[in-house]
């Protein structure tokens, strides 16, 4: 097994590309990504970070006025695209929230599929 220095260097350096890095990066399940904070590790996107959305419903108020209430008992978790990306590290399935400028899309060849280390020889 051999490092693959190539990939290391472009993990160290945050070269990624030209397009890598637009304002916001776009996010998809099919691609890898390195993380900060967690050096050497490649992560997947699963989703956006879940809110709470209680269900509303129209009521007559005392005042005989009519107003929305919210309904804590029902309602559905949201994906909320302003928030923290959903990230798991590869092979692994505990979801970490990310903050999307900690985030960096990593090549194919840059990490491997099966441990999920950048830089890793057998990948």
């Known amino acids: 097994m051999e490092l693959d220095r190539d990939a290391l260097d472009r ?14 990066i776009e996010l998809n399940e099919n691609d890898a990504y390195s993380v900060d904070g967690h050096a050497g590790i490649a992560f997947r996107f699963v989703g956006w970070e879940q809110v709470w959305r209680p269900a ?18 029902e309602g559905d978790r949201e994906d909320d695209p302003d928030g923290m990306a959903r990230m798991v590290m590869v092979g692994d399935d505990h979801e970490w929230l ?19 280390q950048i830089g890793c020889g057998w990948g």
């Open 56 to 73: 509303q419903y129209l009521a007559i108020g005392e005042d005989g006025e009519e107003c929305w209430v919210d309904d804590n008992n």
């Open 98 to 116: 990310v903050d999307v400028s900690d985030i960096h899309k990593i090549g194919e060849d840059d990490y491997c599929g099966g441990c999920g």
């Open 11 to 24: 993990y160290i350096t945050g070269n990624y590309g030209e397009d890598q890095f637009r304002g916001e």
